[in-house]
């Protein structure tokens, strides 16, 4: 299973694109990202993960805790992510969506039930339930309510939750199924997705996923524009380290748009394919590789 493959390609996707989120294609097509940077936008060392991996971490850490899926307890998590920054490296919780804030302010302040907190309008459709959600691939037998749920926690709008389907889909078939080429793990998954939802009017949105139509991406927060990028990304490379310099030197979201391209990537290509120079930038990754154990041996046993 593995799961410190597409966590920590999760987080090292992250961590690349921090320094450079907001920097203009233009500026990236001149100076682009080839390594593990530090002190840009944020102003942070290199290696400092965001609200991507952070969220990532708490999600993974809450199921552990409760042994299964605690909505209570994970919102419980994030809140203490966002104003505590538990979950950070530092003491310092430099990134959050305006969505995520907005859900986790309603829990906090109105003691509102998490499966309530989520926000659902057609604005609310930000990738930051999507850049949280894949530790859920690992969970056997996982299904899509419970999928959906996690990400109405914060993303309750139906185009956000299938989105968060379908990358668990994609994950899952890499996790199950080795022997399949990238394309074949995309579209299969792209497949089961057409199926489920054939009644929904969201599936338009992901017709350039679906069709492969991805030529021209843009690097924004936008749920949908985020996933292209990531199989765009996918579909065009050939290793960890040029799938997520691509998602990440595509400018925009470049944080979220690596670390969720990192997840799946991680999961394909597996670990050994990170550059250890990049792994030995991230401070705390032996806690974070020390709970994806006692994760993975959650799994097993469920």
Known sequence: ???????????????????VEFTSRAELMENPVTSMEGY?????????WSDDSAMAIATMHSIVQKQGIDYEDMMDKFDKWLNGAKYMQGNETFDHGATTGSAIFRYRHTKTPALECGCSGERDNGNGSLMRILPLAYI?????????????????????????????EMAKSMLENEDLT???????????????YKDSPELKHFKKIFNNDLEDVSGKGYVIASFEVVV???????????????????????????????GLAGIYYGYESIPTSWLNEIDRLDEVLALCERFEAFCDES
């Open 1 to 19: 299973m593995k799961v410190k493959d597409g966590m920590t390609g999760l987080i090292v996707g992250d961590a690349l694109g921090v320094p």
């Open 40 to 48: 840009g936008t944020y102003q942070q060392p290199p290696g400092t």
């Open 140 to 168: 056997k037998d996982i299904d899509y309510e419970s999928i959906e749920n996690v990400s109405a926690l914060t993303h309750a709008h139906p185009r956000s939750k299938i989105a968060c389907v379908l990358y668990i």
């Open 182 to 196: 990238m394309e074949e793990h995309i579209f299969s998954a792209c497949d089961k997705i057409k199926e489920y």
């Open 232 to 262: 765009h990304c996918l579909l065009t490379t050939d290793s960890f380290e040029d799938a997520v310099l691509k998602a990440v030197n595509i400018c925009g979201d470049t944080d979220t748009n690596g670390a969720i391209c990192g």
